[in-house]
């Protein structure tokens, strides 16, 4: 059954772009989702890409609006519908690798925001705005949300194109630091990658900062977060992808782990996945 519209749609009106906002009432999470979305104005016939994003309510604090819409009006991007899904309160539990909990059983939740993404949003967005053909889905997320986004592109090839992690927590594990962890085994989203198929239809965008954080678990000069990144590439590569073909990393100097470094990181992200 797809979720239902809680309340009446507020639109705001751009340039090129228009934004809906409501609310879904989800069955798989038992609560309701706060949606926005950014639909570009069409002409008749064409059918643009999708693109899902978690942590939807930081798109405003970028704003992300004026981005997509500049992108569009000036012919760098070709038509993209982007659906933002607010987080709750239970943020450490519904986002993180669906199918495994980390060492601190964070995630437990994360099964059921899939199972919204997939038996409930896209069935809804492709019905609401008409969309029986889609180019390309996309899935992009932040931190937390970005590795959610990412375990579920992987796990799903066959609905997803593209994957956008912006500061991915990319060393979600399986044990704490001082409980036998090893970098080889105990990262969560590695693990899954390597034990996982290839799929040649996926795209993967990776966004760092260099001051993202200041941890360095192995003491060898480089934070845990570009660390993480680097080794979940040479993961990927290992599996079959081509760096210069199927992966964009991009690694801003100064960047931090906050709204303001994402929204720097976002035009690119749009514009090698979705450009002219």
């Not at 986004?149 to 796990?155: G, M, N, S």
């Not at 997803?160 to 090893?182: C, I, P, T």
């Amino acid at each position: 059954m797809t979720a239902a519209v809680k309340r009446n749609v507020h639109t705001e009106s751009l340039l090129h772009y228009e934004v809906d906002h409501f609310v879904l009432d989800s069955y798989a999470l038992d609560r309701a989702v706060q949606v926005d979305v950014y639909r570009p104005q069409l002409q008749e016939g064409m059918q643009p890409s999708l693109l899902l994003v978690n942590d939807g309510q930081d798109l405003p604090k970028m704003p992300f609006a004026p981005i997509i819409d500049g992108l569009y009006a000036a012919g760098k991007i070709r038509p993209l519908m982007v659906v933002a899904m607010h987080c709750s309160e239970e943020r450490k539990l519904e986002y993180g690798t669906a199918d495994i909990l980390d060492y601190m059983s964070r995630g437990s939740r994360a099964r059921y925001h899939r199972k919204f993404v997939l038996d409930e949003l896209i069935p809804y967005i492709r019905q609401e705005y008409f969309l029986p053909v889609i180019q390309q889905i996309g899935y992009a997320g932040f931190s937390l949300g970005g590795l959610s986004a990412l375990d579920v592109v992987w796990k799903h090839p066959e609905i997803f194109n593209v994957a956008g992690v912006f500061s991915g927590s990319l060393w979600w594990r399986l044990k704490d630091l001082n409980d036998g962890y090893e970098e080889s085994t105990d990262r969560i989203m590695h693990k899954l990658v390597r034990e996982g198929k290839y799929a040649d239809n996926l795209r993967f965008f990776f966004e760092t900062g260099t001051q993202d954080e200041t941890m360095d678990r192995n003491n060898n000069g480089i934070i845990d977060s570009i660390d993480d990144t680097l080794d979940l590439i040479q993961e990927l590569v290992n599996k079959g992808y081509d760096r210069e073909q199927h992966i964009r990393y991009l690694e801003l100097q100064d960047g931090r782990h906050d709204v303001p470094t994402w929204a720097r990181a976002f035009p690119d992200f749009l514009t090698w996945g979705w450009g002219k």
